[in-house]
C-alpha cells in the first residue's frame, strides 16, 4: 500500500469520528445500508443472499470428522456483523444430537492506540468489505459463495495413553473450520470458528495484512525501520463475539461462572455463582464460565453445557467513554436489537454492551465475550504483517458420559 493511499485514509478516517470509519468503503456506506438486516446480500457484487429455512446448498455445511462426530450448521454472510453462523448442532458419536447455539458473529473489533488517537470500531457493514477467496486461501476445502471456506485440518493429539504391554492408545484430533476474510483499512481480518470432534469450539480472529503507518513518540511505539527515528503506534485489538446459545433449544439455559479460591493454600474450593439475570464479569485466576441446560442430562445423570475459558486476553480497560471495555464477558437476555458490542445500529436500542445489561431476568442467555491482544508493532510486521490471532474456547463438559472417541 502506497504512502499516499495511507495517508488519504488517514485524513478520511479521523474526520470520521466513532463507528466503521477505518475503511473508506464502510465509512461512505449510507445508514440506510449499514442496518440491513442479517442475511441480506452483502452487496450486489457478492450476491450473497439470505439461506433457506433451516438452510439449504450452499449455505449448509454438515460435516462428519473422521472419529465420527458430526457438526451441522448454517452459514450467512451479514451486512453488519459479516460471516455469521446459525443452528449450530453437535452430534457425538453413538450419541444423541444436540443444539448448541443458535447464532454466533463477531460483534465488534475495537482498536484503540496507545497515543490516544484513533480510536476505531471496524465493525458496523463489515460484510461490504468480504474479500473474495481464491483456492490457495482455502487449501483443502471448498470455497462457497466465493467468500467462505469449509475445510478441516489436524489439531494434534486427541489422546495418548500408553498400554505397556501392547501399542499404544493414540488418536488424531480433526476440526471443521469455517472462515471468511475482510479488507478493513490496512488490516485484512481471518474471521474463523473451529468445530473439533471432541465437540468444543474456538471462535479466534486472525490480523494480517499490512501495519497502519501512525507513528508516534517512543512512550507509545517501536522502533520501526532503520535506527531509531520512526516509531509505529501500538494499538490494541478488542474483539468481541456475541454467542446466542439455545443448548438442546432456548428454555432452562443458564450461565454460571466458577471460581476456585484458595490461592496460596494447600486447599482449594469450588465456588458456584448463577447469573439470573443480567451482568457483567471480569477474567480472574482459576474462574470459567458454562452455560448449562438445566433439565437436558448425559447418561450418568449430569446436566449438559458448554464451558467458555477465556484466560488469553490482554484484558484491556479503557476510559470512561468506553465503558464498554470494563467487562470480558457479559451475559444478556436474547433481544434481537442487540446486535453490536459498541456502535450498535438498531433504532430503539442502547448502543452498546454494558448498556445491554440492567439487571432484567435473563430467560434465554446471549453471551458476549471480549478478547483484547495489545499489539506492540516489530521489525518483522514489515509487509507483509505476519497473522497474530486472538480467541477464546468453548468446551463440551458433560455433553457425554465419557469419551466417545
Known amino acids: 500500500m502506497t504512502v499516499f493511499l495511507r495517508l488519504a485514509l ?20 449510507p445508514a440506510a445500508r449499514a442496518v440491513t438486516g442479517a442475511g441480506a446480500s452483502a452487496s450486489a457484487a457478492h450476491a450473497v443472499r439470505a439461506p433457506a429455512a433451516p438452510c439449504s446448498a450452499p449455505y449448509r455445511i454438515d460435516k462428519t470428522l473422521p472419529n465420527g462426530a458430526r457438526w451441522q450448521l448454517c452459514w450467512e ?3 453488519i456483523e459479516g460471516l455469521a453462523l446459525t443452528k449450530v448442532v453437535y452430534t457425538p458419536k453413538g450419541n444423541r444430537a444436540v443444539t448448541v447455539l443458535r447464532s454466533t458473529a463477531l460483534a465488534q473489533i475495537h482498536v484503540p ?11 458496523g457493514a463489515l ?39 501392547g501399542p499404544n492408545a493414540s488418536a488424531q484430533g480433526r476440526d471443521l473450520v469455517v472462515f471468511s476474510a475482510f479488507q478493513v483499512g490496512w488490516y485484512t481480518y481471518l474471521v474463523e470458528w473451529a468445530f473439533s470432534d471432541d465437540g468444543s469450539i474456538t ?19 517501536w522502533p520501526i525501520g532503520v535506527g531509531a527515528r520512526t516509531f509505529e503506534t501500538s494499538h490494541n485489538h478488542n474483539i ?29 474450593k469450588l465456588e458456584r455463582t448463577a447469573f439470573a439475570r443480567e451482568t457483567k464479569a471480569v477474567n480472574g485466576p482459576m474462574r470459567w464460565w458454562r452455560v448449562v441446560d438445566q433439565k437436558v442430562r448425559n447418561a450418568d445423570g449430569h446436566r449438559v453445557s458448554w464451558e467458555i475459558n477465556n484466560s488469553d486476553s490482554s484484558e484491556y480497560r479503557g476510559p470512561a467513554n468506553e465503558a464498554f471495555t ?62 497474530h490471532w486472538q480467541g477464546f474456547r468453548v468446551t463440551a463438559r458433560d455433553v457425554t458420559a465419557k469419551n466417545p472417541r
Request: proline residues 5%.
Open 10 to 29: 488517514s485524513c478520511a478516517m479521523l474526520a470520521g469520528g466513532l463507528g466503521s470509519a477505518r475503511a473508506a468503503s464502510t465509512q461512505a456506506a
Open 326 to 387: 470494563r467487562a470480558d464477558v457479559y451475559v444478556s437476555t436474547y433481544r434481537s436489537c442487540e446486535r453490536l458490542a459498541t456502535v450498535n445500529p438498531s433504532p430503539g436500542c442502547a448502543k452498546s454492551v454494558d448498556r445491554y445489561i440492567n439487571g432484567e431476568r435473563v430467560k434465554d442467555p446471549v453471551v458476549w465475550v471480549n478478547v483484547g491482544y495489545h499489539h506492540v508493532p516489530r521489525d518483522e510486521d514489515g509487509d507483509l504483517m505476519p497473522t
Open 77 to 79: 454472510m451479514r451486512n
Open 240 to 268: 468481541f463475539w456475541r454467542l446466542d446459545f439455545d443448548i438442546a433449544g432456548k428454555a432452562d439455559d443458564l450461565v454460571e461462572q466458577y471460581d476456585f479460591s484458595g490461592s496460596g493454600t494447600a486447599k482449594r
Open 127 to 165: 460484510g461490504y468489505n468480504a474479500i473474495a477467496l481464491q483456492s490457495a486461501d482455502c487449501p483443502g476445502g471448498e470455497r462457497r459463495e466465493q467468500f467462505v471456506c469449509v475445510t478441516t485440518r489436524a489439531r494434534g493429539h486427541a489422546y495418548l495413553k500408553s498400554d505397556y504391554d
Open 203 to 221: 471462535p479466534r480472529v486472525g490480523a494480517t495484512g499490512s501495519l497502519s503507518g501512525f507513528t508516534t513518540t517512543p512512550e507509545h511505539g
Open 113 to 123: 492506540y496507545d497515543s490516544g488517537r484513533p480510536r476505531y470500531h471496524d465493525i
